[in-house]
DNA sequence: TTGAAAGCGGTACCAA
DNA sequence: TTGGTACCGCTTTCAA
């Protein structure tokens, strides 16, 4: 059944020569021949030799794998940016562990621990948690190391991500040039892309002179995960205030979905008397009930420079100084906030 | 920086004990004297200590770790099932590593290739290939393994998933009961699930005894990776049929969400005068442009038993009889094909 | 109940 | 250009 595996020995045998000229000979060293190696070469072909991973991590001290925690696997955004990654060190002969957190802190520090045990080459994070403690950790570990999505307060470590304070802008600003005049905010959790967002909501209103009215600004339940339902109760809520919103700025695309089935359920069209914007640009975003507009947030490239950062950090031979990649959101308009008629098609008075 | 990691030696030295002592005093190894295990306990909290991986891969030939190969990791779906491996040999510090196939066989390949190399303990897979060569090309490795969703032809080995014809059987019979009269098909690939759905379609049909029009079962284009895209395709195509459909069983929920941006482009009503149903139950086909009735593959399931199939083979000293797992698919009845008023409300004639 | 010795399959250092 | 030797940290076998 499992016959046993060929080993560099083998083949040492196999040629009269020593293991260690074999050894040299698979990772291209220049100090052997030509010769040798084209031997060499043919025979693991004909033998077909797989190093043995495990013999490789306890010599060099490297396990060529990295780890990856995220929130929640299933959200399309999280399962691109994991995409990201994976491909991007594929090539290097990294694999990728991954886990999520189920958006608890609590399961992310394990998660983490389990990863530091098997002594992943890299973490990469996208934490549910706010505190700095679970960074210190990690940073006290030594481990290359990268936040994405969510940055720390106070953290001093490599980070890719949006600038959410700009997503928050971009998307309100839109709603207002869409004709909203009464602009809600379904904001996220208590961590920085909800933080930011909020900010840059605040800041649009405030650069167009609309005043800021605190009860148009609602929280999902803190205690739910699922941002889909969540956002189904929040709005539930903003519809029962007065006046009723005419435009609502969504946390996320998830956040949005379920805003736009209370907005339904309510009999309310969309945009005509509701506008509705995300973020995240995910997969779905565009078949939805209405075409949902939102703020692209580059997931793939999101996964792509981090893993990049870490690969970077993991073949270098002094410690790198931390590095900040803020990328740049982009707005992507759908039928979800189309409230004027196109301007090249009936201009408005 | 890196501070050199506590290995057993240095706790054995510190007690003075032998080495093997503590290993075996760790592992609660019988034959270690209570006092002996607790004293090492102890120390080993106090300084951290973590086993080294790759040694003790090196020494037992485990890697403990499984590789997952899915078509499509931002599919709902397959995230799903992931999440749902994951957690199942977390809890016997398993880790779980990923790859996504997309869709193409020669990728899947490499990526098993990769895994293999890296001797992962067992494999699970969700084939994006109809043919035998890459499940003989694992099994002649003897490795622990497990299809999942899509089973292949011919292949002995152990599988988890639903029932595909049933559920092709289950949907179109719902769309009968729900009154449509010229109900069509979004078949899927020429893959276990798009064949077992079509047949189980027209088996249904036949049994009551509507007749089966062959220009009523559309494929989505196979060049194409994302289902939501070409399902709106094939509706397209659908739509300009004469008759049109009032019906449509859908490969997927992705699929479904395409052909549903296809009916209301074309100024229909759902389920009024198309009914549309899906499969999965994929997370959010519940908060679509219209809430997408589907039949539920119990995803979670499929992770969870999947993983035990495989982690029992692991743990076994001699092979195992590969195993079938078929669950049961569920029906899932929402908006998009509730066309009659419900009967509690208002029976129908 | 405890421990000594050998070995898992590689890589690095240094000598030939 | 090639190779001997030691060693990475842990486990298994068998003896004390």
Redesign the pocket.
């Known amino acids: 059944m499992n016959r ?2 060929v ?3 083998d083949i040492a045998d196999d040629l ?6 074999v ?2 000979a ?2 291209n060293h ?4 030509k ?2 190696k084209a031997r060499v070469q043919e025979r693991i072909r004909q033998l077909n ?1 797989q ?2 991973w495990a ?2 991590s ?4 490297k396990s060529f794998s990295i780890g990856v925690v995220v929130p929640d696997l299933v959200h399309p955004f999280f399962a691109e940016v994991v995409k990201g990654i994976s491909a991007e060190v594929r090539a290097e002969g990294y694999s990728v562990m991954v886990a999520s957190s189920e958006e608890d802190p609590a399961m992310e520090r394990q998660q983490i621990e389990f990863f530091l045990g098997r002594q992943v080459d890299a973490l990469i994070l996208a934490s549910a948690d706010p505190k700095i403690e679970t960074v210190d950790l990690i940073q006290s570990r030594g481990v290359p190391f990268a936040l994405i999505d969510r940055s720390v307060e106070g953290a001093t470590c490599n980070f890719v991500g949006v600038d959410d304070e700009r997503i928050g802008h971009m998307a309100t600003e839109h709603l207002i040039e869409a004709g909203c005049k009464r602009i809600a905010h379904i904001r996220g959790p208590e961590i920085s892309t909800g933080i930011g967002r909020v900010r840059g909501y605040m800041a649009a209103l405030a650069a167009h002179r609309i005043k800021v009215r605190p009860e148009y600004i609602v929280s999902r339940d803190s205690s739910d995960t699922r941002a889909d339902t969540s956002g189904y109760e929040a709005m539930k809520r903003l519809l029962t205030m007065r006046p009723v919103p005419d435009g609502v700025v969504c946390y996320n695309d998830p956040t949005a979905l379920g805003a736009i089935k209370a907005i339904f359920e309510a009999g309310l069209r969309i945009p005509q008397d509701l506008a509705v914007i995300g973020a995240g640009n995910d997969r779905y975003a565009g078949e939805l009930r209405v075409p949902l507009s939102t703020i692209d947030q580059q997931h793939q490239t999101i996964g792509q420079r981090s893993a990049r950062l870490v690969m970077r950090a993991i073949s270098s031979e002094e410690p790198l100084k931390p590095k900040t990649v803020l990328l740049v959101p982009q707005l992507i308009v759908r039928e979800s906030t189309m409230r004027k008629a196109r301007p090249s098609l009936q201009p408005t008075s």
Chains 1, 2 share one sequence.
Do not use: H, W
């Open positions: 046993p595996r080993r560099l020995r009269g020569i020593a293991v260690i000229t050894s040299k698979i990772r220049p100090d052997i021949s010769q040798t030799y190093p043995n013999a490789r306890l010599a060099t001290g």
